[in-house]
């Protein structure tokens, strides 16, 4: 499931809030310790698939109501794998130069999930891409339209491919 990190973060507080219970006790509910549902309302860190669908069951909660624009999270997954494919970077190095865990990053650049505002800003500086960019879903979708034109053009795909990135890294 692709959800917003944003909606995640405040179903998570307004469920603390309403039951009065703590992040120990949120966390045990679903399958996971109370720092992680920490990382998550502060949007450091994600969930995962099971645990997510253990918080829909567990609270009543339309799945729905947490999901993002599947394409939106598509781009930026996708915009990381090619940065990281031309840099020749691995996910390894990505991780120990940013800090964050190699299955958070794998997660994010498989499009499992949409990265967390923090994670974005962390990726953004070592692969030297603006996080600006990143965050600007205005722009993802300018770049999703501009792929579509050419695409209705009947372009060839590698000439489409190299005019989104010559966009992307010139931006």
């Known amino acids: 499931m692709y959800y ?8 998570l507080l307004e469920i603390k809030a309403r039951r009065k219970i703590t992040n120990d006790e949120l966390g045990k509910s679903i399958g996971v310790s109370g720092s992680q549902i920490s990382y998550v309302i502060n949007k450091k860190k994600g969930l995962s698939p099971k645990s997510l669908r253990n918080l829909c069951e567990k ?3 339309d799945p729905d109501t947490l999901r993002d624009s599947k394409e939106t999270i598509q781009k930026i997954g996708t915009i990381l794998s090619k ?3 031309e840099k020749r970077i691995h996910l390894s ?3 120990k130069g940013t800090e964050l865990h190699i299955f958070d990053l794998s997660d994010i650049v498989s499009n499992k999930r949409e990265p967390t505002r923090d994670e974005l800003k962390k990726i953004a500086e070592f692969l030297q891409i603006d996080a600006k960019i990143l965050l600007n879903k205005d722009y993802l979708n300018n770049i999703v339209k501009i792929r579509l034109a050419l695409e209705d053009m009947n372009m060839n ?3 489409i491919d190299a005019i989104i990135s ?3 890294s010139n931006i």
């Not at 917003?4 to 179903?11: E, G, H, P, Q, R």
Request: charged fraction near 25%.
């Open 4 to 11: 917003d990190a944003d909606k995640l973060s405040t179903v």
């Open 59 to 61: 609270y009543s909660i």
């Open 83 to 85: 940065r990281l494919q």
């Open 93 to 95: 190095d990505l991780s």
């Open 157 to 159: 795909p590698n000439h």
């Open 166 to 168: 010559f966009i992307e």
